[in-house]
């Protein structure tokens, strides 16, 4: 895990939930994956969408060429960990595809608008992922 990312979630664990720097003001959460090839735990802070029932987040790697390695982790465990605020909860992953990933992901860009600016940023289609109490 990157020093930046470590310094992310201590700053949420310690502060119920709350950031600042790069994700001031927004909405983040921690997931927690099993490693596609280690199987060890890996924690990511990532902005998400309430959605309902569903939380949605959003595989843009800041527009990256490639996927982050926590989807490739969920797509091969899709339980995971989150933590909201002061809540840890586990929860089922299903990646989000056609018009419904679209109509998701035009949310995101319309709440922030650098998700549209990472998805001029890369061809790949970047990925919506809807995560479920367990």
Do not use: C
């Not at 959460?29 to 890996?42: E, N």
């Not at 679209?102 to 650098?114: H, T």
């Amino acid at each position: 895990m990157n020093d930046m990312n470590q310094k992310i979630i201590e700053e949420f664990r310690g502060n119920h939930g709350k950031v600042g720097g790069w994700f001031e003001n927004s909405p983040v959460l921690l997931l927690t994956t099993t490693g596609a090839k280690s199987g060890r735990p890996f924690t990511t802070p990532v902005m998400y969408l309430a959605d309902g029932d569903r939380t949605l987040i959003f595989a843009s790697k800041a527009g990256a060429p490639g996927h982050p390695d926590w989807y490739f982790n969920l797509v091969a465990n899709p339980t995971v960990t989150l933590e909201v605020g002061d809540e840890k909860f586990p929860a089922k992953a299903t990646v989000i595809t056609g018009a419904e990933r679209d109509e998701l992901y035009a949310r995101q860009v319309a709440l922030y608008p650098q998700f549209g600016e990472y998805e001029q940023k890369t061809t790949r289609k970047i990925p919506v992922v809807a995560l479920t109490r367990a």
